[in-house]
């Protein structure tokens, strides 16, 4: 047993840090997310030079081949920020879903340029809100002559605007889930962005889209067991990064009790003030030692299913909650829009359906325990 | 980061396979006894007997405190030593800290930290062999969580302190052989500083121990009436009481660790597969696979947390809160699962069943729900000392005390 991160874990984080601190300080952070900016070139640029970009994929194809650890500590520090943009959508969860998915000269043509930041692949997989999962998979594909016509409407597509192509989940004639990258600019397509209570957060219509049969991922399409198995090593590495947020509001927090001088002393000496920072301090707790025992039992070959699902909904719960502990703390300066508070706000909720949400996991954590009949 | 508590090191791959087989030896014939986990508060001989008599046995081998000095009854051996044994011992749903119905766990390392030389050598053996049972004595009518403010009086009278008083809702239904405790020995003294660490043996005259019935199982009042304690049990030295208190209580709250599994999940999963209602078992109504999830995870995260203080407290990390964390976690999860366990099996729930060990009965659980949100200290003390290590309102943090 040991709980401690690795010398090479160390050093990652640091650099990390120093990112966070030099890239996206909280005043600049906060009126990006306050004006609906979350997608920022250069952050995207930077980090592809680090080696971000698909980190956890073999270097053959241009990423850095770092343990799934290696990249949580990286992830965590960036969920400090919280850093936006499309580093976990592009450059995790696709990276690993082409690489499992397509064929060896796809993945050679595709995740090169991923890894540099010439593309941006950008998953686009429900089309409705209520659930996640292949039911919520609509989007039509018809065959023609050459290739395929799809239609549908994908929504809440995380990092939509920097896309420069999709990752789309859709139905084929025979009703089976398929994948498929499609290009951006294809004639067709519309990304509107939602208005509300979220961030980072668009609509993606595709209409009458033509596309050739070779973006199909592999040499079918692959299935939505091949998105479970990307999920299984990406999930861990969005928990990670909901950690590292938590960890930031919650330290913001604290200082807070200290600053905040009210009826003749810090707030932090009242008992009701201090339950609310014990609160959030456990569901930071839950979230990173379930992320963490999460990623152990994927590097050690363990079955993992059930903790990937586990550490999902502990994470996103943890982060939801948290920022509400933090709020009753916060009060009235929290819930102004150029305040830190908020940027982590919005993106609590956003993260907690993002992918599925709590509820929904724990119930895949429970099918991967117990099957049902 | 690895979270295997068997990766066993070389130096001691074959101690693995001594312990598994000794410990299969001790067992055979007493396989319905398993767990110990948590403290008894049963009457149940058979079960006490047989924890005690395996206590003596690994105390004897010096495996009870095996990283302690032989001198002191251990072993010398090393913190991947301690995990075999704990992990060899929990496949029988037992572990080292709980063997028997002692408070060896915390009382042994307070007593190497402040003791004498000479104490070390004459209280350590008894305790560390687990020839000794021994009672924490610190809840008082009047004081509660407020243990400094103690009224039980311990007055110096040449070689003896003469003591007074009395304590509360301490123990089990087992007389002990020493009551470890906090006394005044100073009543005009400044609060904090006019406190002694007393280990007192429990047949000196003038002491007088009644059973109390208590929601969360049989504990004891405890009165001191002029009883003469020879001066050479003052653990600590004098009027430094509350240091040593401040030791014994980061392990009594949550600071010591676990690397063991509460064991509930499973029989109620056990229970939700053999109970069909409409001729399908239970745990495949979604209501019921809910409630589990949660149960599952709550539990997760206990484990998760006691092995982390486990971790930093032999890999010498001190971590400022984790002991109030985990204790107020574990008592209100406790508490929460109390409600799951009625709303999953109904009055199943509530029905008391003496053929398993309690930290597996249903009525147990639900039961010590509410009646262990305090012992040793209640949840709003566990919050404040929380805080107080957060530094909230405060210039500073406060360190966690020394355990060890």
Known sequence: ?373 | MDFNVSADPPHVVEFRKEVAAWVAEQIKGHEHLRWSASWSTREDDEEYKFRRGLAEKLGAKGWLFPLFPKKYGGAELTVDHQMVLETELFKYGLNLSHTFYTLARIVAPVLIRWGTDEQKAEFLPPITQAEICVWQVLTEPHGGSDIANCQTKAIRDGDHYVVNGQKVMVGHHLPPDFLWTLVCTNPQGKRHENLAWLHIPANLPGITIQHMNLMMGIKNAVFFDNVRVPAKYLIGGENNGWKVASTHMELEHGGDGRIAVDPLIERVVEYCRSTHIDGKPIIEDPRVRDLIAEMTIELNTLRRFNQLIYWRRFAKKPHPYGGPQQRYYQRMLRLRNGERLQAIMGADALEQNLSVHEVIDFEYAVRTGPGQLHGGGTLDTDRLIFARRLGLGRPTTEKAPETD
């Open chain 1, 1 to 373: 047993m040991d709980l401690a991160l690795t010398e090479t874990q160390e050093e990652f984080k640091k650099v990390a840090e120093d990112f966070v601190k030099a890239e996206v300080p909280a005043h600049q952070m906060t009126q990006w997310y306050k004006n609906k900016q979350t997608y920022q070139p250069q952050l995207v640029k930077k980090a592809a030079e680090i080696g971000w970009l698909g980190m956890m994929l073999p270097e053959a194809y241009g990423g850095s081949d770092v343990s799934t650890m290696d990249c949580a500590v990286v992830f965590e520090e960036l969920g400090r920020g919280p850093v936006p943009g499309p580093l976990f959508t592009s450059g995790i969860l696709s990276a690993q879903m082409i690489f499992e998915a397509c064929t060896e000269e796809q993945r050679k043509a595709l995740l090169p340029p991923l890894c540099s930041g010439a593309s941006i692949v950008i998953p686009a997989i429900a089309d409705k809100a209520a659930y996640w999962g292949p039911e919520a998979v609509e989007t039509r594909l018809s065959k023609t002559a050459g290739g395929y016509i799809m239609n549908g409407t994908k929504r809440f597509v995380f990092d939509a605007q920097a896309a420069t192509s999709f990752l789309c989940a859709a139905r084929s004639e025979e009703g089976k889930v398929v994948f498929l990258l499609v290009d951006a600019k294809s004639p067709g397509i519309t990304i509107t962005p939602h208005v509300g209570f979220f961030i980072s957060v668009a609509e993606v219509r595709f209409d009458k889209v033509v596309v050739a049969p070779t973006n199909l991922l592999g040499s079918s399409g692959a299935s939505w067991a091949t998105l479970e198995t990307a999920l299984d090593k990406s999930l861990p590495i969005l928990s990670a990064y909901q950690v590292g947020a938590t960890q930031e509001v919650f330290d913001m927090t604290c200082e807070y009790t200290r600053a905040r001088v009210v009826f003749g002393q810090p707030i932090g000496r009242f008992q009701r003030v201090q339950d609310h920072c014990v609160d959030i301090s456990i569901n930071l707790d839950m979230a990173r030692w379930a992320t963490y025992e999460t990623i152990w039992r994927l590097e050690s070959g363990m079955p993992a299913r059930a903790a990937v699902h586990e550490a999902k909904a502990v994470a996103s719960d943890g982060y939801y909650h948290g920022t509400n502990y933090a709020h009753m703390v916060w009060a009235g300066p929290g819930t102004d829009y150029g305040h830190p508070m908020m940027a982590h706000s919005v993106l609590a909720h956003t993260l907690y359906q993002y992918l599925g949400t709590p509820g929904h996991h724990k119930r895949l954590m429970m099918d991967a325990l117990y099957p049902r009949a």
